[in-house]
């Protein structure tokens, strides 16, 4: 690395988007993702959706419990 960057003609908030919406990454354990692969394609569809609907149900027992 350099001792010094030179900023000076730097543009701030270049990139910023307010209204992107940002998703982000979930680390699974390998025999977790190994699971849900597949079961994924036992079922013909995506681990994402699968997940999806298992977090869904998850929520509405957690609201139901309280």
């Given at each position: 690395?350099?001792?010094?960057y030179?900023?000076?003609?730097?543009?701030?908030g270049k990139f910023y988007r307010p209204d992107v919406e940002l998703n982000?990454?979930?680390y699974l354990d390998p025999e977790i993702a190994d699971f849900l692969r597949?079961?994924?394609g036992k079922k013909n569809t995506e681990v994402q959706k699968?997940?999806?609907?298992?977090l869904k149900r998850d929520i509405k027992f957690i609201k139901a419990a309280r």
């Open positions: 690395m350099k001792k010094e030179d900023f000076s003609k730097g543009e701030r982000f990454p979930v597949a079961f994924a699968i997940v999806n609907d298992w």
